[in-house]
Nanobody, 122 residues
Framework: QVQLVESGGGLVQAGGSLRLSCAAS????????MGWYRQAPGKQRELVAD???????NYADSVKGRFIISRDNDKNTVYLQMNSLKPEDTAVYYC????????????????WGQGTQVTVSS
């Protein structure tokens, strides 16, 4: 099993910053991609940003230039630094990890965190 524990959400005024963290633990051989998704009320879950084990990043157009994703491979942890927050960034943010389980035979996995609420007031 693999567990993802998120932290760092909260309430912030427009223009402010928050930093989200997500730590993965369990029977992990390798995590290929870690990412952050978000889901606002009445909307579909969408990709915010993801990062490979080699450090390649991908961002939604709506957050480019404002959010920064990073990861610590030794700690199996991914971070999302969110700057210049806007009310439209309000959503539940979910961490996702895609990788390979430890043990034999190797098995792929894809897990989600429980979600953390981010609310940006105008």
């Amino acid at each position: 099993q693999v567990q993802l524990v998120e932290s760092g959400g909260g309430l912030v005024q427009a223009g402010g910053s928050l930093r989200l963290s997500c730590a993965a633990s369990g029977t992990i051989f390798r995590i290929n991609v870690m990412g952050w998704y978000r889901q606002a009320p009445g909307k579909q879950r969408e990709l915010v940003a993801d990062i490979t084990s080699g450090g390649s990043t991908n961002y939604a157009d709506s957050v480019k230039g404002r959010f920064i994703i990073s990861r610590d491979n030794d700690k199996n942890t991914v971070y999302l630094q969110m700057n210049s927050l806007k009310p439209e960034d309000t959503a539940v943010y979910y961490c996702n990890a895609d990788g390979v389980r430890a043990g034999w035979p190797f098995e792929a996995f894809n897990y989600w965190g429980q979600g953390t609420q981010v609310t940006v007031s105008s």
